[in-house]
């Protein structure tokens, strides 16, 4: 049974974030000589990975892979401070595309050990934002992944009136709302940050996405499988009620017979997705009825490029108003 109509959440796909560090990336393969070395994926997605490498990005693990004097960025999902230390030696050019987002909980992070707090930090394990946050202040903070995990730290909190709770920017707020609810009981002097330390972009995508999830049959969530903010849309959609939720990494996923009868299909992209994916997703998906597009909020932020750069060379005019999806697709024409 064909499709008849697309809803499509808006806003979706790249946030502020991802916009400057790949406008960044792009600015360094033009600026350098290949090759551009990157510490770990620029963003999470496959797409945006693979054009880079074609590009002569080579994305490493390890920093003993890059050579003396080589330029070199690091991820927008932050790093560990010692990390950052280490890549400046040897006379490497470095630039830190972190999202400023995720600087601010590094900051809250430093000051609250800094005052003797023991920080309940809710992330995923291994994800490279956590990696990168549990190393600022390592001998004051606790993984907390679930509920479980916060039962079995909560005996080890010297001072239980000093207890600071921060999270990782990505994550679904049902996520951590169980673990803050249950840590106030446990605590009830705890220190939270004065606003969510979800970043808007994350929570944006979120309530665009529950926007249509009611009315739809199926949901097709666009981006990565190790995208932490695109397996958390796809649980907003469950939770929600969609009958069928189904994550892609492009239209090449998409198979169709997972829809089922679904007539009215919800559409929506991670915060590392470029559009090009959306559009080719909604062109396999072919609605006889067309799309209608469910707008929830603006988003008019704008991070400019990172400070390395903006030193080094001039800025492009237009950096504001380029998006990264059609410098994404320019790199491939020049």
């Known amino acids: 049974m064909p499709v008849e109509r697309v809803l499509l959440a808006e806003p979706r796909g790249f946030c502020a974030g991802v916009e400057m560090a790949i406008k960044a990336l792009a600015w360094m393969v033009r600026a350098f000589d290949p090759p551009v070395?990157?510490?770990?994926?620029i963003v999470h997605n496959r797409l945006v990975v693979e054009r880079f490498r074609r590009q002569g990005v080579v994305f490493v693990d390890d920093l003993d892979e890059v050579p003396p004097r080589a330029p070199l960025m690091l991820s927008a999902h932050g790093t560990a401070p010692e990390v950052v230390a280490e890549a400046r030696e040897?006379?490497?050019?470095?630039?830190?595309?972190?999202?400023?987002?995720?600087?601010?909980?590094?900051?809250?992070?430093?000051?609250?050990?800094?005052?003797?707090y023991t920080i309940l930090y809710v992330?995923?394990?291994?994800?490279?934002?956590?990696?990168?946050?549990?190393?600022?202040a390592p001998e004051a903070m606790r993984l907390v992944e679930d509920e479980q995990d916060l039962g079995d730290v909560l005996d080890d909190v010297p001072d239980p009136s000093r207890v600071a709770l921060l999270a990782q920017t990505t994550l679904a707020l049902g996520d951590w709302q169980g673990i803050v609810e249950r840590a106030r009981e446990a605590f009830p002097t705890l220190w939270t940050a004065t606003r969510d330390d979800l970043c808007f972009a994350t929570t944006n995508r979120q309530a665009a996405l529950r926007a249509i999830a009611d009315r739809a049959d199926a949901v097709v969530v666009i981006g990565s499988a190790n995208s932490s903010n695109t397996l958390a849309l796809a649980k907003v959609a469950t939770a929600a009620g969609c009958p069928v939720v189904v994550r892609v990494d492009g239209p090449e996923e998409l198979d169709l017979a997972a829809l089922g009868d679904s007539r009215v299909v919800g559409v929506t992209a991670g915060a590392s997705a470029p559009e090009e994916l959306v559009e080719a997703v909604i062109a396999k998906l072919s609605p006889t009825g067309g799309v209608e597009t469910v707008h929830v909020t603006d988003e008019d932020?704008?991070?400019?490029?990172?400070?390395?750069?903006?030193?080094?060379?001039?800025?492009?005019?237009?950096?504001?108003?380029?998006?990264?999806?059609?410098?994404?697709?320019?790199l491939d024409s020049s």
Do not use: I, M, W
Request: with cysteine; aromatic share 6%.
């Open 37 to 41: 070395y990157c510490y770990h994926e």
């Open 90 to 116: 040897q006379g490497r050019f470095v630039v830190n595309a972190v999202c400023p987002l995720v600087t601010k909980v590094h900051h809250e992070a430093r000051v609250r050990a800094a005052k003797g």
């Open 123 to 136: 992330g995923h394990e291994g994800h490279d934002e956590a990696v990168g946050t549990l190393a600022v």
């Open 301 to 330: 932020e704008y991070f400019p490029p990172p400070r390395e750069l903006r030193e080094l060379l001039t800025p492009p005019r237009d950096d504001r108003s380029a998006s990264a999806s059609a410098v994404l697709s320019a």
